[in-house]
């Protein structure tokens, strides 16, 4: 066994959580509306929860605006509540069986803290991919007190998780700047 084979299977996880990292990033607002934005919002109905998405469709007629038709009108308070509690800051509106969000405008303030939002959101998933970091670490020192590696593959092990922890950083850091970028 070498230490590689260790690494070959936490790879998948640093790049499963990397993609998530993109997926939350994109929800947050630069100045265009988007059906992401809302999609995953928490709703409880009827004593169960669901994500919106689960409940309605949603889109964007407009550049500011969201539109959500629930499948049935008993969602519309549910849904307008979860909203409300999202802290997104959309004023919302019930138009018959249409439930409308209308995106504040981004002032200086706003912006600022999105960009807050976002550094919190890339330090979660550095600290998942230290998290891979740390358990891979102990699997290969495990494997060289049990005499399946020796000491100097396991510290070739160690270099080749920081290379592949810093490859992430620097993904994770260009990733933030160009979303920063856009909201700035």
């Known amino acids: 066994m070498s230490y590689k084979e260790f690494i070959d299977k936490v790879k998948p996880e640093f790049e499963k959580s990397f993609r998530f990292l993109v997926a939350e990033i994109d929800k947050i607002r630069t100045s265009r509306a988007t059906p992401s934005l809302v999609e995953d919002i928490q709703v409880t109905a009827f004593g169960s929860n669901f994500t919106l998405n689960q409940l309605a469709s949603i889109s964007c ?103 592949l922890i810093d490859e992430y950083n620097k993904k994770i850091k260009e990733l933030i700047e160009r979303k920063e970028k856009d909201l700035m």
């Not at 509540?81 to 919302?92: I, R």
């Not at 970091?133 to 494997?143: L, P, S, T, V």
Request: with cysteine; proline share 6%.
């Open 61 to 163: 007629p407009e550049p500011n605006q969201i539109v959500i038709s629930p499948w049935d009108p008993s969602y519309i308070e549910p849904i307008q509540t979860a909203v409300e509690k999202s802290g997104l800051g959309m004023s919302s509106s019930v138009d018959k069986n249409l439930i409308r969000l209308s995106l504040p405008m981004l002032t200086e303030e706003y912006r600022k803290s999105l960009v807050k939002v976002l550094n919190v959101k890339a330090e979660e998933g550095r600290q998942t991919m230290r998290h891979w970091r740390e358990d891979c670490w102990n699997k290969i020192q495990k494997a060289q007190k049990e005499g399946v590696l020796s000491e100097d593959d396991k510290f070739d092990g160690k270099d080749e998780l920081q290379k």
